[in-house]
């Protein structure tokens, strides 16, 4: 029987070239503080966590997570390491409600959540070493040809620029689209009026014939966005993603529920619990966990499962390969978000710097290759030197 035999992580912090912050670049949940400097400072990650999990025939399996990874690799080490050593990795369902359980009291969500999930990812990723087998051939296979991704950057920047960025978007065959506002309730009529602008110059530029989907990261307030959901509505949006903060349930709630644009969330929600309270109060038209903050694999599959019972789309925060296997494995995940390679700014980009072995998207595509075992992805060399990386 294949036992686990060492757990190691490692917070890789960037050292490198950055983008600067601009002056409202994305609404976030800090807009509503009285704040001087760079209010998106606290949504910045420039470090990232892996998770290697080795077995005792030799075979490594590797997991992530973006959020507070030196906290989280503190939790990984000292709490859930001594709950997974000398176990059967195939024992993965047994092993998730072990973490959960003995983490109950304080691990529920945020840091407790993503480091289960870094460790779930790696086992998923050893399991497909182990059979030989892409992970989402052990999840079910695959459901769809090519997993459709839309482009999701379109920050917000002078109009020009943004035209500029998008029609790049357009070029390279992509037909769906996510851009973000720059500004939120504290800025008054003024900011109403500069967030419509970016809207109205996107469509300019992708037309009506493609799928736009608007972002405000938890920057507005149920107040603000019953305001700008009247004025939003001739843009036809596919979706409003995150217009309050997470544990705003009942905002999400009412706001889905006016019929006007369906609500998109669950980037910030960690539990399958969370999720049956947004379906119950059918508080989001779309589901975006991300699998590196809510369990891993193994719970996101029971959301997925949750989700469809509601007939309520998932479609996975960010993109990165974790995510692919589960949308090409599931039917009621129609297609991914995908971050184009940029220089390190928010810090999605940091994948593309750490790892090697993402799909590159052709005509707005991205296809998973059935003859590499697990995710498909290695820990890369080549930014190194750009890193300082705690053990």
Same mark, same amino acid.
């Given at each position: ?19 600067? &912050? ?12 009285? %704040? ?18 080795? $077995?005792? +025939? ?15 690799? *503190?939790?990984? +080490? ?9 176990? =059967? ?13 003995? $983490? ?29 087998? &892409? ?18 950057? @379109?920050?917000? #920047? ?8 998008? #029609?790049?978007?357009? =070029? ?14 504290? =800025? ?20 009506? +014939? ?25 843009? #036809?949006?596919?979706?409003? %993603? ?24 669950? %980037?910030?929600?960690?539990?399958? /619990?969370?999720?049956? !309270? ?19 694999? $193994? ?11 509601? !007939? ?27 971050? &184009?390679?940029? =220089?390190?700014?928010?810090?999605? %980009? ?11 998207? *052709?005509?707005? /595509? ?12 290695? @820990? ?12």
């Amino acid at each position: 029987m294949t036992k686990i035999k060492s757990v190691k992580t490692k917070v890789y912090q960037w050292k490198g070239k950055t983008v600067p &912050p601009q002056s409202n670049f994305c609404t976030n949940a800090s807009d509503l503080l009285y %704040e001087k400097g760079d209010n998106m400072g606290s949504f910045r990650f420039h470090e990232w966590l892996t998770c290697e999990i080795e $077995t005792d +025939d030799g075979l490594v399996g590797i997991g992530n997570s973006a959020l507070a990874p030196q906290v989280v690799k *503190k939790t990984i +080490d000292h709490y859930l390491t001594p709950l997974i050593l000398n176990e =059967d990795p195939f024992d993965y369902a047994y092993l998730w409600e072990k973490m959960y359980r003995r $983490t109950l009291a304080w691990g529920r969500k945020g840091v407790g959540m993503t480091a289960i999930s870094a460790v779930d990812i790696a086992i998923w990723d050893l399991l497909g070493k182990l059979t030989n087998k &892409p992970v989402f051939k052990l999840l079910g296979g695959r459901t769809k040809e090519k997993i459709p991704v839309y482009a999701s950057k @379109l920050y917000s #920047q002078p109009i020009e620029d943004l035209k500029k960025e998008a #029609q790049s978007y357009v =070029d390279q065959g992509f037909k769906m689209f996510k851009m973000r506002f720059g500004w939120g309730p504290k =800025d008054g009529p003024d900011g109403v009026k500069k967030n419509l602008e970016l809207v109205e110059a996107v469509r300019e530029v992708v037309g009506y +014939d493609t799928d736009l989907m608007l972002e405000c990261y938890m920057g507005w307030n149920l107040e603000y966005t019953k305001h700008m959901l009247p004025k939003l509505i001739k843009f #036809q949006p596919k979706w409003l %993603e995150e217009p309050v903060i997470a544990d705003d349930i009942h905002g999400y709630a009412e706001l889905n529920n006016m019929n006007m644009i369906p609500i998109s969330g669950g %980037e910030h929600e960690f539990s399958l /619990f969370g999720f049956r !309270q947004l379906l119950d109060l059918k508080a989001v038209s779309y589901i975006q966990y991300d699998t590196n903050r809510v369990g891993g694999i $193994t719970a996101a599959q029971k959301i997925n499962a949750l989700a469809e019972a509601y !007939q309520v789309p998932v479609i996975p925060h960010a993109g990165q390969m974790h995510n692919y296997h589960l949308t090409m494995a599931n039917l009621n995940c129609p297609f991914s978000e995908f971050f &184009p390679v940029h =220089d390190v700014e928010i810090g999605n %980009e940091l994948f593309y710097y750490i790892f090697e072995g993402d799909p590159e998207p *052709k005509n707005g /595509f991205i296809d998973l290759d059935e003859n590499t075992p697990g995710l498909g992805i290695n @820990l890369s060399n080549k930014y190194e030197k750009d890193f300082q990386i705690i053990e």
